[in-house]
């Protein structure tokens, strides 16, 4: 009688994959912290304060394009609210930060400075955790979280797919920014948070802190990419692909997809409130903006730029488009917007699989050629 034999689970990375994630991970753990507070100012090698902001903010944006590909890349499914998802991580974090401020703010006192000067009398229910760090990481990941499970287990009982999932994603995020657009929901309104001064009680805009955030969100964005790598290797993995290419074909073979699709979606919006959470201690500020229908696209054109469903692929094309950014915006700011749109559209058109896409048909033409 013929046993039937499984496949031999795939490595999780190959040879070449791990160098390059050890060379990654020496350069985040090591070589930037020499090369900012070791190396003299002035010196060709020094990594000046602004790169290593910079750096750090997109290295947050990557981790938002990685959670991007898990549901889109992998499931199919295209979200168009998940700038929501990094701005209410990063609100929990603000809130927190904005306690550590303390009496050191203009009014000296012990509520934030704009709940003073909007006559408040004592913090709102929902500040009641905000002195607690320990508190804050876990509603980091709780709030984005449960909001999530909520929101996805109603929209994927009800088998909203496509357009339409895409259409009301972005709907429920415009509705959190006008809500938190008002000055009775006790966040700040339209300023949101901002002149945070410490974190964990020590000083937040000193060369060592900043490199400490720095070091940290580029470890936890190689600790995601593993994880992600993981988990699209998986079983669970190759059944959320089959949903990605015949979610019929899936369902006659026994499989619900509803867990599968509310699972992958809540471990998303987890990942991008724990990038915003990472994000706001290092820009300083957060505000509803964050929520706008622009972030939330763009979230999704750096995980088309650098190519849907390869992981590494929106890593680099969080890293092009914001790099892009941020030089268009000193050089030519009004051309910024203009550029965005062009190049979603040669990267639909021409570019289906992004960059990582067009790298590996010009090495496949090379060895075909010789």
Not at 41 to 46: A, D, I
Not at 224 to 251: C, N
Request: aromatic share 14%; with cysteine; hydrophobic share 55%.
């Amino acid at each position: 009688m013929n046993s039937f034999q499984l496949p031999t689970p795939a490595p999780l990375l190959g040879r070449k994959a791990w160098t390059a994630f050890l060379l990654a991970l020496i350069a985040v753990g090591f070589l930037a912290p020499v090369l900012n507070l070791w190396v003299p100012v002035g010196h060709p090698l020094h990594l000046s304060d602004f790169a290593v902001s910079l750096v750090g903010k997109i290295m947050c944006f990557a981790i938002c394009a990685l959670a991007m590909d898990l549901i889109w890349g992998y499931t199919g499914i295209l979200s168009l609210g998940h700038g929501l998802f990094f701005a209410l991580g990063g609100y929990v974090m603000g809130m927190y930060l904005m306690r550590q401020i303390g009496q050191d703010g203009n009014y000296k006192s012990d509520l934030p400075d704009f709940m003073v000067f909007l006559d408040w009398k004592e913090l709102p229910w929902h500040w009641t955790l905000s002195d607690s760090f320990v508190a804050t990481l876990l509603l980091v990941v709780l709030v984005p979280g449960l909001i999530a499970f909520v929101f996805g287990y109603f929209a994927f009982r009800s088998r909203i797919k496509g357009v339409y999932f895409s259409i009301i994603t972005q709907a429920m995020t415009y509705a959190a920014m006008l809500l938190f657009f008002r000055n009775e929901t006790g966040l700040g309104g339209n300023n949101g948070f901002t002149d945070f001064k410490r974190i964990l009680d020590l000083p937040i805009a000193t060369p060592g802190m900043r490199m400490v955030l720095f070091v940290l969100t580029g470890l936890t964005l190689l600790g995601f990419f593993l994880f992600s790598r993981w988990l699209v290797g998986s079983k669970y993995g190759r059944v959320l692909m089959a949903i990605r290419d015949a979610e019929t074909r899936v369902m006659f073979s026994g499989y619900s997809p509803l867990p599968y699709k509310l699972s992958i979606w809540v471990i998303s919006a987890v990942m991008c409130g724990i990038a915003g959470a990472m994000y706001v201690p290092q820009v300083g500020i957060i505000n509803p903006g964050e929520m706008s229908a622009a972030n939330s696209i763009e979230i999704a054109v750096w995980a088309a730029v650098g190519g849907r469903g390869t992981l590494i692929g929106p890593i680099v094309g969080a890293f092009l488009v914001n790099g892009a950014k941020s030089w268009l915006t000193v050089t030519a700011p009004e051309f910024w917007l203009y550029f965005l749109g062009a190049l979603f559209i040669v990267v639909t058109l021409y570019l289906p699989h992004g960059v990582i896409g067009l790298w590996a048909k010009l090495r496949n033409k090379k060895g075909g050629a010789a």
